[in-house]
């Protein structure tokens, strides 16, 4: 009902204090909205009833997933390591960072 209000006071406002062309395209433009949203459409019924079947059927559709061979493959190799630290002779060099702030 608010709503409603609202859009009429803003053809209105359109219509007296804006150019009488657009104020004409304000009130049709607001007449198009409160009639598009203030009732269902018969036809909006006859698919909404449907929807619930259309969930069932979608769900047997899609039967669950199974183990793929790719996941089967990767379980197999995975993990390469223990997951320990290892120890090699590289040490890493820094180069000059030339100005830059310390983090």
Same mark, same amino acid.
């Given at each position: 009902?608010?709503?409603?209000? *609202? %859009?009429?006071?803003? +053809?209105? @406002?359109? /219509? ?7 104020? *004409? %395209?304000?009130?049709? +433009?607001? @007449?198009? /909205? ?7 459409? *018969? ?61």
């Amino acid at each position: 009902m608010f709503a409603t209000v *609202v %859009i009429i006071s803003i +053809a209105l @406002y359109m /219509l007296l204090c804006m150019h009488p062309v657009l104020g *004409v %395209i304000g009130i049709f +433009a607001a @007449y198009e /909205l409160i009639r598009r949203t203030s009732t269902k459409t *018969v036809a909006m019924m006859q698919y909404y009833d449907e929807q619930p079947t259309k969930d069932i059927e979608m769900k047997r559709m899609n039967p669950p997933k199974e183990i793929t061979l790719e996941e089967t493959m990767v379980a197999k190799m995975a993990p390469i390591s223990d997951g320990g630290v290892i120890v090699t002779d590289y040490t890493p060099v820094s180069d000059d960072v030339r100005g830059a702030s310390m983090v």
